[in-house]
């Protein structure tokens, strides 16, 4: 079963990608599962400067999902490159840098910086990280300053970008299309949704930062809605995230309008989900009647008159 897609000129062998920050650079991974056998390894955010994240508690379990408030920790762009790039290509995984900056002229830095350097796929702009005082979610909210930050990034490299949009929106449409107005070859689709919780025994907020962003099972709905919402109005490349912990669960995201899936908080609990969720994939292709994953991309049923009335 051919599993290859395409999103935008990014060729993926496979639409099963491993989610910023729930993968760290693959190192602890690797023992577990094999990388190039992924669509793809997207990197934690990486900035130009180290950056220690915040301070813990920082990870709270709720019903159906996770609160982090990590802050982005990373190592930074220097000792990225130097000591966890050439692990990941000796790897041989298709490698997507997640990058960050707190200011436009710091994700041009890193734009330009990785368009020099071999061995990676593409980049992902996240600019909706909620657990940042400057920068991330920032930029993700209006769809002006969107539209900038990819305007910024294509204009210092040829890679192919994605935009990693914030649920944390009125209309995940008019960010979708700033996006791709601003250079964007494709959209990943979500990250996490602002949440809060509190132990009642302390009445103490769970995270030392009091709001984090819940991931996990408890947001695919709303992850599977805005896949649908922006695939429908716009027909761009979209990557879907958002609790993916099952192959049931990724199906319902190609349906909606996705062409890849990336797992995040789902590999805490199975390393191996990607692989487990790429083979059944192909399993149920195959059971439906359907050639290839560009089939089912957006292939959902529904009535004509049901669809005029959304
Ligand atoms: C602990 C943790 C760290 C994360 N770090 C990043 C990050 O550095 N950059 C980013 O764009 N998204 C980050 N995310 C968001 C995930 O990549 C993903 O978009 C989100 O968690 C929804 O997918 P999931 O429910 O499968 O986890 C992080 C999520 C978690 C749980």
Redesign the pocket.
Request: proline share 0%; net charge positive.
């Given at each position: 079963m051919n599993l290859k897609t395409k999103i935008g000129k990014l060729v993926l062998q496979n639409p099963i990608l491993v989610?910023?920050?729930?993968f760290g650079y693959g190192e602890e991974y690797a023992p577990l599962l094999d990388l190039s056998r992924l669509g793809g390894v997207?990197t934690?955010?990486i900035s130009l400067k180290p950056r220690p994240g915040n301070s813990p508690p920082r990870?709270a379990e709720t019903p159906a999902g996770?609160l982090?408030s990590?802050g982005?920790e990373?190592v930074g762009v220097d000792r990225f490159v130097e000591d966890k790039l050439p692990f990941l290509r000796k790897q041989k995984a298709c490698v997507i840098v997640?990058i960050?900056g707190e200011s436009l002229g710091e994700y041009r830095k890193l734009a330009e910086i990785f368009n020099d350097i071999d061995g990676i796929a593409g980049l992902?702009i996240?600019i909706?990280?909620p657990n940042v005082e400057r920068g991330g979610l920032e930029f993700g909210l209006k769809p002006d300053s969107t539209r900038k930050v990819l305007e910024t990034v294509r204009g210092k490299t040829s890679l192919p970008i994605l935009a990693?949009l914030s649920p944390n929106v009125t209309d995940i449409v008019e960010i979708a299309r700033a996006a791709m107005t601003g250079g964007a070859d494709g959209l990943?689709l979500?990250?996490?949704l602002k949440g809060m919780a509190i132990d009642v025994n302390t009445r103490r907020p769970k995270l030392a930062r009091v709001i984090g962003?819940l991931?996990?099972p408890a947001?695919r709905p709303v992850?599977v809605r805005m896949v649908y919402e922006v695939a429908r109005k716009l027909s761009v490349p979209i990557i879907g995230?958002?609790?993916?912990d099952s192959t049931e669960a990724a199906l319902e995201f190609f349906i909606a309008g996705a062409r890849a899936v990336?797992?995040?908080?789902?590999l805490l609990i199975d390393p191996r989900l990607p692989l487990t969720i790429g083979r059944e994939l192909a399993g149920y292709l195959d059971n439906q009647g359907l050639k290839d994953i560009e089939s089912l991309v957006g292939n959902m049923l529904i009535e004509k008159s049901k669809r005029r009335k959304e």
């Open positions: 989610a910023s920050g729930c997207v934690k955010g990870l996770l982090n990590i982005l990373n997640n960050f992902e996240n909706s990280c990693k990943t979500i990250n996490t962003g991931s996990g947001i992850a995230a958002g609790g993916i990336q797992i995040g908080t789902g």
